[in-house]
């Protein structure tokens, strides 16, 4: 084997940028986004700490905040027959699973849980992972390939995204919910590729809006390409039981190739699923590499998921609750004048307030007047659609909603440049 021109002997020495952690083009960004609220005499939003279970209330460094930062939609995380679930898993199971479900990790609570997500949404089979973000990772990476398209919408998680790029498929980004921008691209590149995938969610978190399903699914038929709907924020809330933008727009099932949900959410858990046809289901469960190579879902965190489902459907006055509360804050800020985008008043509102100094100090004054909301602040969205973005649970009372808002309304006549 021959040696590189310039070989080893006349080798350039490394300049520091490329051995040095906080000369990462990373950490250089934290630092100038510390900076920059060291300037504005802000403390970091980030990173608080909750020292208990987060609801509609929620203890940090001592004190007792009304909470608008958890998705605990449901009010499900800290509920004593769900914890009791967990409690129950441990005894029975212990607090690992010790390998992967297709090798010896496999225990009767994983096929429980898949059996009554595949019966809410009335499909053939589904299968949990171990994290939300890694089911789109391995599903999408999996599923597509270089011969391929991935079409989706602008606002896609980033889960979706990593999947896309790893799958090594042509992907290609459309204008947000905009169906007819899909369907200019379908008509214009469908025949170059193999298989097409469409990625849109149910619900989107940062805007609180939904797509038009009905319109995306005669699309996708029209131009013989897969729909995959990511349900992380619409499974639990959206829907008269909760069963997501499939009861939302009451289509039927199969008229969605992947549905994948998370249990993070509403299912007061951790992991994500996919469901759908077997096919499909199995070819993830027997090939996905972030199922395959990676341990089970511990039988402590499928317990629990699983029992808030169950729950969710014995008592569909929580979805109503969460249904009834979203729609207040909506009205209420309306009422007031807020920016609350094209969000439909189901468990995500955005206030958006047009600059990222603004979002992060409104967030710094409420959280003195203990209310804790974050900021979604510019790169995460455009700096002129920086905001504030509140989740709503079942547990938030009218009277919350009132001091909360009325606190914003002043500290925004006080802060507006
Ligand atoms: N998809 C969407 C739309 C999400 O918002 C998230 C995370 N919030 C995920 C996937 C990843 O889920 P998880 O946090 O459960 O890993």
Known sequence: GGSLPGGPARRQPVPERFTRFDAHPGYQQIEMMREGARRLGLTDPFFKVHEGNAGATSVIDGREYLNFASYNYLGFSGDPRVNRAAWDAVERYGTSVSASRVVSGERPIHGELEQAIADAYQVEDAVAFVSGHATNVSTLGYLMGPKDLVLHDEYIHNSSLVGAQLSGARRISFA??????????????????????????????????????????????????????????????????????????????????????????????????????????????????????????????????????????????????????????????????????????????????GSSPLAAGLCHALFKRGINVQPILHPAVPEKSARLRFFLSCEHTHEQIDQTLEALAEELSLNRP
Not at 283 to 291: C, D, E, M, Q
Not at 294 to 311: H, N
Request: aromatic share 8%.
């Open 176 to 353: 947000h919910n905009d169906a007819g921008a899909l369907e200019a691209l379908l008509a214009r590149h469908r025949g170059q590729f193999e298989r097409v995938l469409i990625v849109i969610e149910g619900l989107y978190s940062m805007d609180g809006d939904v797509p038009d399903l009905p319109r995306f699914i005669d699309i996708k038929q029209r131009h013989q390409a897969w729909l995959m709907v990511d349900e992380a924020h619409s499974f639990g809330v959206l829907g008269e039981h909760g069963l997501g933008l499939r009861e939302h727009f009451d289509v039927p099932a199969g008229d969605v190739d992947i549905w994948m949900g998370t249990m993070s959410k509403a299912m007061a858990g951790c992991g994500g699923y996919i469901a759908g046809s077997r096919p499909m289901v199995e070819t993830l469960r027997y090939l996905a590499p972030g199922f395959l190579y990676s341990v089970g879902l511990p039988a402590q965190v499928a317990a629990p998921s699983l029992k808030a489902l169950e729950l969710m459907r014995e008592e569909p006055e929580r979805v109503h609750r969460l249904h009834a509360v979203s729609r207040y804050f909506l009205e209420q800020a309306r009422g007031m004048g807020l920016d609350t985008g094209h969000s439909i008043g189901a468990a995500v509102v955005p206030v958006i307030v």
